[in-house]
């Protein structure tokens, strides 16, 4: 299975990440995520660090987890369809009743971020209003 998601962006192109250890969220631009100088990302919040795609949020995945189960489904569905048809006339019975596919979760972006210049790195990230420039790391460097 080759299924490629589609992230949604807010209207300036940021992306909504979140912290894998804290959970808070933040955006940052598409190519400043996927820019090969960005390994590893630190969260504006809490100040700790993992692999980028670590910082992928928990809609996304689950989004991607229901799409493969709905694959997983579609062919156990075809798989258990002929094997019912190819036991006709055997003397042998099986019923299988056809799995129904769940709906994935819609991904939308509409969650409200300010918008920060980051000095350090030239770059620019969004996060909740309540967060001061003194109390934020940097994702990309992790200079508070």
């Known amino acids: 299975m080759n299924e490629k998601i589609s992230i949604p962006t807010d209207s300036e192109g940021y992306y909504s990440l979140e912290c894998p250890y804290c959970g808070e969220r933040f955006k940052s631009l598409g190519g400043d995520i996927d820019s090969e100088d960005t390994l590893e ?61 769940e709906q994935p979760k819609e991904l939308k972006e509409d969650e409200q971020l300010d918008q920060i210049e980051l000095h350090c790195c030239e770059k620019t990230i969004k996060v909740h209003a309540d967060q001061t420039r003194e109390t934020i790391y940097c994702p990309f460097c992790g200079v508070n």
């Open 41 to 101: 990302l630190f969260c504006p919040s809490c100040g700790l660090v993992d692999e980028s795609n670590s910082f992928v949020s928990q809609d996304v995945i689950e989004h991607a987890q229901t799409l493969a189960i709905n694959h997983l489904k579609q062919q156990l569905n075809k798989t258990f369809k002929n094997t019912n048809r190819n036991m006709k006339g055997s003397g042998i019975s099986f019923d299988f009743k056809e799995m129904k596919e």
